[in-house]
């Protein structure tokens, strides 16, 4: 591994769900294939760090073209899963307005492939915040196995002026 993990893994119980798929779903917008995590299953809001995990099927709506007879979990995908881990916990204890939305990715690795069946398990811990930027570290393991890292920026989406423009539109 690249680097000490920013949990470990003794610390939690991928069994013991803190918030399971309907609780996401009150602080993320996201639905239907661009939902990227099952549940929670842990929070800590003193260090700012929360585990969470995505359980991958055959149905993943990247399966059947990334790529035929193989599939592999796209890498953009796994940081879309990471981004939304630390926007579920930014929403949940109200760290930032609104709706987070990528701001960007720094020192991004991938070191493994995920596959359907795996149990994604992604950790982040907020590094700084600013009223709308916050930057998250992530890792993402396959049985205890890192296969991405990396660093986040969210930003705080002006959602009110975005429907506005739409509705103008």
Same mark, same amino acid.
């Given at each position: 591994?690249?680097?000490?993990?920013?949990?470990?893994? &003794?610390?939690?119980?991928?069994?013991?769900?803190?918030?399971?798929?309907?609780?996401?779903r009150r602080n993320n917008p996201q639905r239907f294939e661009m939902e990227q995590l099952t549940a929670i299953?842990?929070?800590?809001?003193?260090?700012?760090?929360?585990?969470?995990?995505?359980?991958?099927?055959?149905?993943?709506?990247?399966?059947?073209?990334?790529?035929?007879?193989?599939?592999?979990?796209?890498?953009?995908?796994?940081?879309?899963?990471?981004?939304?881990?630390? &926007?579920?916990?930014?929403?949940?204890?109200?760290?930032?307005?609104?709706?987070?939305?990528?701001?960007?990715?720094?020192?991004?690795?991938?070191?493994?492939?995920?596959?359907?069946?795996?149990r994604f398990v992604i950790v982040s811990r907020l590094l700084k915040l600013r009223r709308s930027i916050m930057?998250?570290?992530?890792?993402?393991?396959?049985?205890?196995?890192?296969?991405?890292?990396?660093v986040l920026k969210g930003v705080s989406i002006p959602v009110d002026q975005i429907v506005s423009d739409a509705?103008?539109?």
């Amino acid at each position: 591994m690249a680097k000490e993990p920013i949990l470990d893994f &003794s610390k939690f119980d991928l069994n013991h769900v803190v918030a399971d798929l309907e609780e996401i779903r009150r602080n993320n917008p996201q639905r239907f294939e661009m939902e990227q995590l099952t549940a929670i299953c842990y929070e800590d809001r003193e260090n700012h760090v929360c585990v969470g995990y995505k359980d991958l099927t055959d149905h993943e709506f990247w399966v059947r073209g990334h790529m035929p007879g193989m599939p592999l979990m796209p890498g953009v995908i796994m940081c879309e899963a990471a981004a939304q881990l630390a &926007s579920y916990f930014s929403h949940k204890y109200q760290l930032m307005e609104g709706i987070v939305g990528f701001g960007g990715l720094e020192g991004v690795r991938f070191r493994g492939v995920v596959r359907p069946g795996d149990r994604f398990v992604i950790v982040s811990r907020l590094l700084k915040l600013r009223r709308s930027i916050m930057t998250c570290e992530f890792q993402c393991f396959v049985n205890q196995n890192l296969v991405c890292e990396g660093v986040l920026k969210g930003v705080s989406i002006p959602v009110d002026q975005i429907v506005s423009d739409a509705a103008a539109s």
